[in-house]
């Protein structure tokens, strides 16, 4: 192994047999394979310099690694590979420094690594490591990659404790399976964090996924993966397996600089606590594309540039908040219809509020979807007539009956239509009634200008001013006259909106 080391070979103790050199399930390693931790610390320590044109290197494949390895506080300046190796204890790297360390399918009962400074990539996939793992506060200043590896808590609740953790650039966590809770608050990404096809289990804490106050540089992937074969991209044909998390997802107060995808998820709960928190997000996309709704509750509030959705994709009644969720545009990953995304709204406002109406008004204008947006506040009206005393609701019903509450103006003209049709009809019934005026001007009579004259308000045909109605005639006269100024003010209203919005 010195020598291996001062030429930076790999001492590979495999045999060849997968059965027998399989780290994870094989059975159990003999004393030819194995080699104290107390040993392999010297090496990486204050190991031998490299041999001449070599660069020394802790390379090693197959190896049982007994006792406990013991790097806290140190500083490692070898690389460091450990391919399909064993540890019988702790792995201990509490504030180490070292340049890269790469742990590739290896058997690890606990790792330590708080306040770990690592200049280039810490890679662990494939690895499992039954007692969790400590990253609290760690940095790492390029790559971190946990692909499909397995991680299961210890004696407390957590099995992934990384609170405050910095990485440089990406975190890679696809198709990653953890039992207990996955901790990330206060972590620094500066690329993605993918965790794609993971599998987080918690279903008797709180929360199986903690990122609050997270912030991405890039994006936050919550879906689909496919499993490959170590360093190759998976096939096309290979397995697609969906975001899965039993228990909470909390990622409030995150920020992601492009995207926050959700799609190809699943979401279970066990208690009423457990829910999909989304509250005080900040991001230039949110991509909610699940093919069934989850079956706990779904808060989201914040600011969001697009918002990408599907039908379906969102929880019932009283499952689904948005409260001060303000988004700029609409860009559903297929047809959305105006009716399902009423009752999504609804859904997510079980006590009325206008400003959800009124955001999803304005971005549907943003996106020329001008009679959509109309039909949101007309809407928002109805809804807001459900709060209402029983004079405002009969009020109500009125004004959506005749006008639509102004965004259909189309109405006030037939109306006055058949209010005109109405009127002539009954003046063509009626005798013709006294002059205004006995001595002086009187035009001839006509029923249907008559009616006209009095529906249209400002406007004189010369007939109003010109007969004097008595009896139930001047009622009837005098309701043309007020049904007539208040159609046309509603028509001129709604034309107003029309055309300030077309300017």
């Known amino acids: 192994m010195w020598e291996a080391f001062r030429q930076g070979r790999t001492l590979d103790l495999r045999t060849g047999d997968p ?111 039954a007692g969790g793992m400590r990253l609290t506060d760690a940095h790492i200043g390029t790559d971190l990659l946990l692909n499909e590896a397995t991680v299961r808590h210890g004696r407390s609740s957590r099995a992934v404790a990384a609170d405050g953790l910095t990485v440089g650039q990406d975190l890679d966590a696809e198709l990653i399976d ?63 397996r969906d975001f899965t998390c039993h228990g909470g997802l909390r990622l409030d107060d995150g920020r992601f600089g492009n995207a926050l995808v959700i799609s190809r998820a699943r979401f279970l709960t066990s208690t009423a606590e457990q829910q999909v928190s989304l509250r005080r997000i900040q991001t230039p996309e949110l991509c909610w594309r699940l093919h069934r709704a989850p ?59 206008p400003e959800p109406y009124e955001r999803l008004a304005t971005a549907l204008r943003a996106a020329g979807e001008d009679a959509e947006a109309r039909e949101v506040l007309l809407a928002r009206q109805r809804r807001r007539r459900e709060t209402l005393p029983l004079a405002g609701r009969v009020w109500g019903w009125v004004q959506d009956v005749t ?18 049709a109405l009127g002539a009809v009954y003046f063509s019934l009626h005798p013709t009634p006294q002059p205004a005026d006995a001595g002086g001007y009187r035009p001839h009579w006509s029923p249907p200008l008559y009616a006209l004259d009095l529906l249209l308000p400002v406007i004189d045909l010369g007939q109003d ?39």
């Not at 959705?309 to 047809?335: H, K, M, N, Q």
């Open 465 to 503: 001013n010109a007969w004097r109605e008595v009896g139930f005639a001047q009622w009837v006269a005098s309701v043309l006259t007020l049904l007539g100024w208040m159609l046309a003010t509603t028509a001129a209203a709604g034309a107003t909106r029309l055309l300030r919005r077309s300017a």
């Open 19 to 129: 059965a027998q050199d399989d780290p994870l399930d094989g059975p159990a390693w003999g004393a030819d394979r194995t080699v104290r931790a107390q040993v392999v610390a010297e090496l990486l320590l204050a190991g031998p310099p490299g041999a001449p044109g070599r660069v020394p290197a802790l390379k090693l494949a197959g190896v049982r690694i007994v006792g406990r390895l013991m790097l806290s506080g140190a500083t490692v300046t070898p690389y460091v590979q450990l391919d399909d190796c064993r540890f019988d204890e702790h792995l201990m790297l509490q504030e180490c420094q070292a340049g890269s360390m790469r742990l590739v399918r290896c058997r690890i009962p606990r790792l330590e690594a708080a306040r770990l400074q690592i200049s280039g990539d810490l890679h662990l996939p494939q690895c499992r490591i």
């Open 403 to 420: 006008v639509g509450y102004g965004y259909r103006p189309g109405r006030a003209a037939i109306w006055m239509a058949l209010l005109w």
């Open 295 to 353: 079956d706990c509750t779904v808060a989201v509030s914040g600011t969001v540039g697009k918002l990408n959705d599907i039908p379906g994709a969102w929880p019932g009644p009283g499952r689904v908040r948005i409260t001060s969720f303000t988004y700029d545009t609409l860009t559903p990953l297929a047809e959305f219809p105006l009716r399902d995304r009423l009752e999504w709204l609804q859904a997510a406002t079980p006590e009325f509020r």
């Open 178 to 240: 953890v039992t207990g809770e996955l901790s990330l608050r206060s972590a620094r990404i500066g690329g993605r964090l993918s965790l794609r096809g993971a599998t987080l289990r918690n279903p008797g804490g709180r929360q199986a996924l903690n990122a609050a106050r997270i912030a991405v540089e890039h994006t936050l992937y919550l879906s689909g993966g496919r499993r490959s074969v170590l360093g190759t991209a998976p096939g096309p044909d290979a397995e697609v």
